[in-house]
Every structure is written in structure tokens, then in C-alpha cells.
């Protein structure tokens, strides 16, 4: 993934949404994009439409894994939907509150999945999960 790649940050809490994107945009200086719910990141990536934005090639996306509605497992079901020219862009790291080892152990085994970061989100932890990534 190129270091100028764009993250996509999907958060229902308004906090955590606010900081990591501030976050990430200082520690990586990558441009941010922030969605609230799994819905509006799903319309935002599964097509463009007059007035959205255009899609990147590649892109990073820290996905929430407890999220209502459409929680980050659900997200990921439709994203395995993609194209597979599509899929071969981005990279997801699940952001996780949570201590229960299924739902961990489930977001690690998930194909789609590079890593869970733990909230709040350590930039330093994400640097070298992305350069791991790049070797």
C-alpha cells in the first residue's frame, strides 16, 4: 500500500471518531475520511454517485467492531462482496473496545483482516502493523 494511501475511519462514537482522526492524519499524514455508521462508509465505498467523492485505488480502513445496525462483522460481509479488483486495494485493521475473545478471535481469523488495534487507537502500534505490512 502506497504511504500516501487514504484511511477510511468508521466509528459510531462521535469521540473516538474525532480523536483518532486527529490521530492519524498527524502520525501518518494521510488524508482522513470519517464515517459514523457502517452504512454511509458502505455507500461512500461501494459506489460513486454525483455527489460523493471518488473512490481511491488503495486505502486503509480502520473499521469498528462494535458498531449498531451494522456492526464491523456485517461491514466486512459486504465488502468480501467487492470486486476482487477492488479488494486488492485495501487493507482493514479492526478497532476493537472489546475483551471478548470470540469476537477478537473472530475479527483475527476474518481473511479481510490485517490486525486489531485496540481503543483507544495507538499510532505507534498501527505504524508497525503498516510496516510489517510494507516488508
Known sequence: ??????????????IDLTVNRRLVEVALSRPVRGFRDGASFLEALEGPSPESESIPATMLILLDIMMPELDGFAVLERIEALPSERLAGLTVFMLS??????????????PLVEGILEKPLDVHALRQWLASLSS
Do not use: I, K, Y
Open 97 to 110: 473496545a472489546t475483551l471478548d475473545p470470540a469476537e477478537l478471535q473472530l475479527a483475527e481469523s476474518h
Open 1 to 14: 500500500m502506497p504511504d500516501d494511501s487514504p484511511v477510511w475511519l468508521v466509528d459510531d462514537n462521535e
